[in-house]
């Protein structure tokens, strides 16, 4: 069974490793098997995992909803951590929308969809730089004291609006791309979060697939897979990113394991205040996960892989310029 972590100091205790369940639903193709979904979401519970992340604008709404039918009768036993932070009209996204009307209207609408009557962990998914963050937290924590939700969190969120936030309504947890393939927390973000007891919450730690060595050229994805305009993905970045990840690959065949376990045994390594979200759809993938869990990594070899993949070593901007613009850094 999975040890279990504490993120921040009001006392939120999840499973080291939780499930990203955005994949069950978009961004990754077009082909969804609920079934299986369903039944790795049971697996789950069943190795130890108790924290479950969704969202929203996942579908959207659907991931939600389905993350709320599989785990109704075990909700005294799991953490679901879903987020606000979007407008959606006709299916689609239309731009950052944190107004506190707009948080209360998207709190009601999830607890709805997850068929509860408390959000374990609420994250604001994007900062919106027309909210106070001063308002957004104050709203979250009217939330917490409704009994509506148990735990605040920020998403992407930069250091300036983390403290900020933190001074109106305690944080636990920030959820944010962090992993040997993405270093930008190192140096400030992850200081702070330490400074102000803030837990830690990485998506995409296995590098959208470079660190597992299973990435494919972005022609070799679908229309519907973000991978087809990842810049990371295409030509030129693209082999040059899967050479930098040759050093993972090398300690997994000294360790017996796989990329991927190497990836989040690093992960894992770097503090108890770190719960990684490696996102799957599939039961093989997650055992694999999992298994990450039982993986030691010495100072020797954490060492070997923070030399191997310095920032500068990946090739390519993390997202497309739009998406960017979407980070508070």
Known sequence: ML???????????????GLGCMGMSQSYGDSFDETESIATLHRAIELGVNFFDTAEVY????????????????????????????????????GVDSRPEHIREVTDASLRRLGTDHIDLLYQHRVDPRV????????????????KVRFFGLSEAGAANIRRAHATH?????QSEYSLWERNLEPEIIPLLRELG?????????????????????????????????????????????RAADAVREIAREKAATPGQIALAWLLAKGDDIVPIP????????????????IALGAQDMARLDVALPPEAVSGPRYTPQMMAMIDR
């Open 132 to 147: 106070p963050i001063e308002d957004v937290a104050g709203t979250v924590g009217a939330l917490v004291r409704e009994g």
């Open 3 to 17: 040890n279990r972590r504490t993120l921040g100091r009001q006392g939120l205790e999840v499973s080291a490793l």
């Open 279 to 294: 996102g799957t759809k599939r039961r093989k993938y997650l055992e694999e996960n999992v298994a990450a869990a039982g």
């Open 170 to 174: 305690p944080v636990s947890a920030l």
């Open 198 to 242: 803030v837990g830690l919450v990485p998506f995409s730690p296995l590098g959208r697939g470079f660190l597992t060595g299973m990435a494919k050229p972005a022609e070799e994805y679908s229309e519907s897979d973000f991978r087809r305009r990842d810049p990371r993905f295409q030509r030129g970045n693209f082999e040059a990113n899967m």
């Open 59 to 94: 579908g959207p709404f659907v991931n939600e909803e389905l993350v709320g039918r599989v785990l109704k009768g075990k909700r005294e036993s799991v953490v679901i951590a879903t987020k606000f932070g979007f407008g959606i009209r006709d299916g689609k996204t239309v």
